[in-house]
Structures are given as C-alpha cells and as structure tokens.
C-alpha cells in the first residue's frame, strides 16, 4: 500500500544523488565513494518539509565546505516531474526541500482508493508471529496488570498483521503445578469447614483467601447431590475433583471477560497438555543430552549461570562485570520428581518454535517478571532454538487507579482488589482499551473519572467526537444535497491547516510500521490525537457553506478522508467509531 512519505524520502534522497552524480561528472564536486543522501523532516515546517544532510556527511570525503556542495547539488538538481515544488540552502549546508500539490493530492487519493487498507503493509509478509498476553493463572478474577496487558497485546498483534504478519493470539493456561495444588487445596478446605466448621479444620496459611474460593466450595457442595463429601473419595481425589470444578467456573468466567473486552484468542494453550504428552520430560532430556543439566540433592538442575555467560560473553560483555551479577543455577526437576514451572515454560516455548513453526515468539509480561527473561531465552538457545534471537519479551509496568486524582485500591462493590470485571462494569471498554494502550515500559495512571468525562480532557472522547462531528458534517451537508464527491481538486488546498491535515493523514503508514517495529501500539493513540487536532483546527479555520463550489467540495472530500483514517485506526486498537454523540 502507498506510504507518501516514504515515497519523498526516498524521492528527496534520490534527487539528492542524481544532483551529485551530474556535479561529479561535469567536475563541479570531486568523484567520492558516496552511495546514500540521508533525508529527515525538520521538527520546524518553516524549515521545509524534507531536508537531506548530504553535504554535511560528504564534506569530509569531498574536501569541500558543505554549503559549496549544497550549492553544488541545487545548480544540478531538477524537480520536474517530482513531489516538489523548490529547494533551498539553509543553515550549515541543509537542503530543504518543499512539497508541491501533486503530493498532496496523492495523498487524499491513496486514502479514498485504499480504504480500511490505507496505512497496511506487506513489511512482515511471510512471517509467522505468536503473541502470548494475559495467560492469567484462572485460580481467580483477572486483575489491572491482565487489564493492561490484554490490551496491549491484542493491539501489538493487529498492529503486526496490518504489516502482513501471520498472527496468532495465545493464552497459556497454567492448569497444573504448585499454583493449582494450592488453588484444590484452598478449595477444600472451604468445603471442609462447610461441612465441619472452620473451628475443626485448618485452612492452608498459603491458601488463596478471597471469597471466591468460598463461593466455589458453596458451588462444589451444591453440586454434590448426593452427599458424598467427604467419605466417598480420599483426600487426593477429592483435590484433584476441586480442581477441575474451580477451573471448570474460572476459564469461562476469564473468556467472558476477555470477549467483553474485545479480546478474542486464536489459541488457548493448556500447560497440563505438555506434562500429559511428556514433553516437558522431554525437554530435561534434550538438555542433558547437550550437557546443559547436572543433579544435585536429587533434584535436576540447568546451568543457568554458564549459559547465560556465553550469552553474556558473545555480547562482549567484560569477565569482571559478569561475575558481579551473582548469576545462578534453576532446577528443572525437584527431588521429589515434580518438575517445575520453569521447566514447563521451556517446553512450551520449546512447541512454539519447534513443534508449531512460529518465526517469532512475542511475550507480554508484568515488569516482575524481569529476572525470567534471560533465563528463558538462555534456555532456548540451550535447545538450539535460538531464543536470543526469536523470543521477544514486552516488560509493562504497573497501573495505578485513580478516581478524579485519588488513589483507588478497592472495589466499591465489592470491597475487594478492582478485577477487571469490575473495571467494565465502571468504565466503557472503549475507554478501558484506549487508556490501557499506553507505552508499556512507563509506569500508568488510570483515572476513573477521566475515563467517563464526555469532554475534551478525556483523549478517547476528544478523538471519537472528531470522527462523530464529521459523520454529522457529511450527514447535514448531504441533506442539503452536497455530498461528498467521488473526486475533487485538491490542489486548491492550500493554506496551512489543510497541509498539515494532509500531512498527518500521510503519516498513518509510517505510525502502523513504527508500532509493529517497536512493539509499542501507544503509537496509533498518541497519532489518533494529533489527527483530531489537526482536524479540530482546520475545521475552525476552514469553512465549507460559504466557498465555492470546487473549494467546497476539496474541503468536504478531505473531511471524509480524515473520517476514514480515524475509524481505521480506532479499529487497529479495538475502539469503536461512533456516528454520533
């Protein structure tokens, strides 16, 4: 699809050397080994749209000042037939170049030709991407850390589809292990004291407290119709029993609130699978089969700290500084035969790129989770899976909620921990979407009562009421018989709010790419507001009634242009475009 910056970039950069090789061959600059004109956009338009650094990077290898090369390249440059209406020399050796109608209209036109694809592209064409978010334990209700991280991760893979990705969502569903055990035996406990009184039974001092799991004992009980608790069963079965009753009420309550949030997932991926199919067994063996293992006290463990120091020391990292990080060994298999979390995060991982075929492996986790990072991707290279390389990790710091400036720590409701059930029950999930995707490497306020205000201090509501006030714009002209025209004269548009509307909507490819690079989709927000602004000026200064007809009608037609682009990137997000508010 058409990205009109890239386009002059590379049209500047191009132009650039074309005037340097004409000015090296009639004698004008000496022959150089120059191959590239790098070409930036000035922060100030009043310095031109592009400018190209060439004659500051070449002065070197040309002996000459810049501002004789600059010279140089303008006397030998042409612009005919280009995106641009006239260069100049500024500053030390700048060349700036500025942008003639043509561009312009090439922009409005790539938008109402591409549509809902305006801003896609085919940079990661072929390549096959997991990205794996939330992966809550379902020992309970999803908290603000899932909150956040399900948006962010549903966004990151819309963003890497739009670049031509293949994208699958993933869930891993830790249903086995110590957090399971611990949640059974919460679980029993409950129903033991039902039956018996919670003077004559313990409950676990590790036990899982919230009023949840009293509710799934009241639930297990109600269930066991005909009364079998406890004497039916010994202890192991009835946990075992316990566990899948919890999950059985748990997972669909977790995809519930997922699909209110607009989350759905390709792949919901369950641990217990891996320990069933003897992978996570497997995994062990191929690492001691590598030498990368070695038993201690009865337990298996992995060489951790020597593999993350040929990591360390490929990196070119310092001996002295390495043995200041104090690394350490992990065990995979605990003396009593049970392997651990860590080993089952190795094996899955291991199916993901080994069993699956995924090209790259995206991971969003909670900033806690830090320490697992090099470990895991250690582990993998261990295998031979290159995770170094393959296994990327997005590291997203805490939430803080507020209510109108004030820290918020319970559920009024409820008077427990805010869930995310909680948080949509408060906030629309269009609200929730937009301020959750937020730059996943800074710390977050949430304010509630922000996220609720219908006016220009609440940035979802500043940006949905631009596409509402166009879609009304359209809606009221039309019934005065001016529709929007299936083409117009843009080049009548031409004063300094229409240019830089056009401009921001030209920068919408580049947004899309910059979030799928960078794993960071805050970037469409922080776009999507600019792109309200933008049109929130040039509708302040621009009529559309009182022009001509052909003014009008340019004017109109790049409103709807604007329209789309908003619903288009609202969308990529997960957030409606409202037609009215």
Wanted: hydrophobic letters at 40%; aromatic letters at 8%; a negative charge.
């Amino acid at each position: 699809m058409r990205n009109l910056i890239q386009d002059a970039r590379d049209q500047a950069a191009a132009l650039a050397m074309a005037a340097y090789r004409a000015a090296a061959a009639d004698g004008t600059l000496p022959q150089a080994d120059i191959h590239a004109a790098p070409v930036e956009i000035p922060r100030d338009a009043s310095n031109g749209d592009f400018t190209t650094t060439f004659a500051l990077a070449a002065g070197k290898a040309l002996r000459q000042p810049p501002r004789t090369i600059a010279q140089a390249l303008l006397d030998h440059m042409d612009l005919s037939g280009s995106y641009f209406a006239s260069a100049e020399i500024a500053g030390p050796g700048f060349l700036n170049f500025r942008l003639n109608p043509s561009w312009y209209g090439a922009v409005c036109a790539a938008v109402e030709a591409e549509g809902g694809d305006y801003g896609t592209s085919e940079d990661l064409k072929g390549q096959k991407i997991m990205v794996e978010f939330v992966s809550a334990n379902p020992t309970g209700p999803m908290h603000m850390g899932n909150a956040r991280g399900g948006v962010l991760g549903d966004t990151l893979a819309a963003c890497l589809a739009a670049c031509g990705a293949e994208v699958s969502r993933e869930f891993y569903v830790n249903d086995a292990g110590h957090q399971i055990d611990k949640f059974a035996r919460s679980i029993y406990a409950r129903c033991m004291q039902a039956k018996l009184g919670e003077d004559r039974c313990a409950f676990p001092e590790d036990g899982y407290q919230g009023d949840d799991i009293r509710e799934l004992a009241q639930g297990f009980l109600a269930r066991d119709e005909n009364g079998a608790f406890p004497e039916g069963k010994d202890e192991a079965a009835w946990m075992s029993a316990m566990a899948e009753y919890g999950l059985s009420v748990n997972l669909p309550r977790m995809k519930a609130d997922l699909r209110r949030y607009k989350i759905d997932y390709d792949t919901w991926f369950y641990e217990s699978t891996l320990h069933d199919s003897g992978a996570v067994a497997e995994t062990a063996e191929l690492l001691t089969a590598r030498g990368w293992t070695y038993e201690k006290d009865g337990a298996l463990w992995l060489k951790t700290a020597d593999i993350l120091r040929e990591n360390l020391r490929r990196a070119g990292k310092k001996e002295k500084d390495i043995e200041k990080l104090d690394l350490k060994d992990d065990v995979l298999r605990r003396a009593n035969g049970f392997y651990t979390y860590f080993a089952a995060d190795i094996a899955y991982h291991r199916n993901k790129f080994e069993t699956r075929g995924f090209d790259r492996v995206i991971n969003i986790w909670g900033a806690d989770h830090h320490g697992h990072v090099a470990r895991l991707k250690g582990a993998l290279d261990a295998l031979g899976l290159d995770g170094s390389g393959k296994l990327d990790i997005v590291l997203m710091q805490l939430v803080k909620l507020l209510r109108d400036g004030e820290l918020v720590k319970m559920s009024k409701r409820t008077g427990k921990a805010i869930s995310l059930s909680d948080l949509l029950d408060e906030v629309p999930v269009d609200a929730a979407r937009w301020f959750f995707n937020a730059k996943p490497d800074t710390q977050m306020d949430f304010d509630l009562g922000l996220a609720v205000r219908q006016d220009s201090e609440n940035p979802i509501y500043y940006v949905e009421y631009a596409h509402a006030r166009i879609c009304s714009l359209i809606e009221k002209l039309a019934q005065e018989g001016q529709a929007v025209p299936p083409a117009a004269d843009m080049a009548l548009l031409d004063t300094e709010a229409e240019k830089a509307l056009i401009k921001q909507l030209a920068a919408w490819p580049d947004t899309v790419r910059s979030a799928a690079r960078a794993y960071d989709s805050s970037h469409v927000n922080r776009y999507l507001m600019e792109l309200a602004g933008c049109f929130h000026r040039f509708y302040t200064a621009c009529h559309i009634r009182q022009e001509a007809p052909e003014l009008a009608a340019a004017r109109l037609k790049l409103a709807d242009s604007v329209r789309s682009v908003l619903k288009t990137g609202l969308k990529l997000i997960g957030v409606d475009a409202p037609e009215h508010m």
